[in-house]
Nanobody, 127 residues
Framework: QVQLVESGGGFVLPGGSLRLACAAS????????VAWFREAPGKGLVFVGV????????SYIDSLKGRFILSRDDDKNTVYLQMSSLVPEDTAVYYC????????????????????WGQGTQVTVSS
């Protein structure tokens, strides 16, 4: 399993932006599909999006398309989640997760497909 560390969370006003980062310590990270999930207070873990490899067209949950953008820099062993036009409903703990398996379609949205998880980073959107 690869070790993952998220960063970039914080407090932001509605309409603002944040960029989260998921950093790995191993160069094998480039072979991993990496997803982001989020968990809002009182709710379960929800899939946000996944990027399988450098140059891949990421997949997102429909409700977040256009506001959230995934990218990766394998030279830095890091995947980024750029979030814009944030609303209070985006408040959650955001987790990145990785797997060496190929994930696609609805399988990519299943948390059990991912073997490595970060500790999470809190994002709070509030006025």
């Amino acid at each position: 399993q690869v070790q993952l560390v998220e960063s970039g969370g914080g407090f932001v006003l509605p309409g603002g932006s944040l960029r989260l980062a998921c950093a790995a310590s191993e160069s094998t990270f480039s072979y991993h599909s990496v997803a982001w999930f989020r968990e809002a207070p009182g709710k379960g873990l929800v899939f946000v999006g996944v990027i399988r490899y450098s140059g891949d067209i990421p997949s997102y949950i429909d409700s977040l398309k256009g506001r959230f953008i995934l990218s990766r820099d394998d030279d830095k062993n890091t995947v980024y989640l750029q979030m814009s036009s944030l609303v209070p409903e985006d408040t959650a703990v955001y987790y990145c997760a990785a797997t060496l398996d190929w994930v696609a379609g609805t399988q990519a949205m299943e948390s059990q497909r991912y073997q490595s998880w970060g500790q999470g980073t809190q994002v709070t959107v509030s006025s």
